[in-house]
Nanobody, 123 residues
Framework: QVQLVESGGGLVQAGGSLRLSCAASGSIVSINAMGWYRQAPGKQRELVAVITSVGNTNYANSVKGRFTISRDNAKNTVYLQMNSLKPEDTAVYYC?????????????????WGQGTQVTVSS
């Protein structure tokens, strides 16, 4: 089994900062891309940022220049540093990992999601 556990959400005033973390654990063989998505009330889940296993990154236009995604491959952990937060950044943030898990004699590729962490930015 594989789990993604997020932490770091909370309430912050506009202009403030938060840092999200997501640690993957379990029978992990390797992790390809890791990313952060968010879903605001009444809206579809959208990509915020993604990082490949070699560190290539991609960001939603709405967060470019304010958010930074990074990862620690030794710890199977991805981070999202969020600066200059705006009320429109308020959402549940989900971690995602595209990874290979396995055990003795087998391996599988699968997409995993974390449980989500609430980020609320007050004006």
């Amino acid at each position: 089994q594989v789990q993604l556990v997020e932490s770091g959400g909370g309430l912050v005033q506009a202009g403030g900062s938060l840092r999200l973390s997501c640690a993957a654990s379990g029978s992990i063989v390797s992790i390809n891309a890791m990313g952060w998505y968010r879903q605001a009330p009444g809206k579809q889940r959208e990509l915020v940022a993604v990082i490949t296993s070699v560190g290539n990154t991609n960001y939603a236009n709405s967060v470019k220049g304010r958010f930074t995604i990074s990862r620690d491959n030794a710890k199977n952990t991805v981070y999202l540093q969020m600066n200059s937060l705006k009320p429109e950044d308020t959402a549940v943030y989900y971690c995602n990992a595209d990874l290979v898990y396995g055990g003795l004699g087998y391996s599988r590729l699968r997409d995993y999601w974390g449980q989500g962490t609430q980020v609320t930015v007050s004006s």
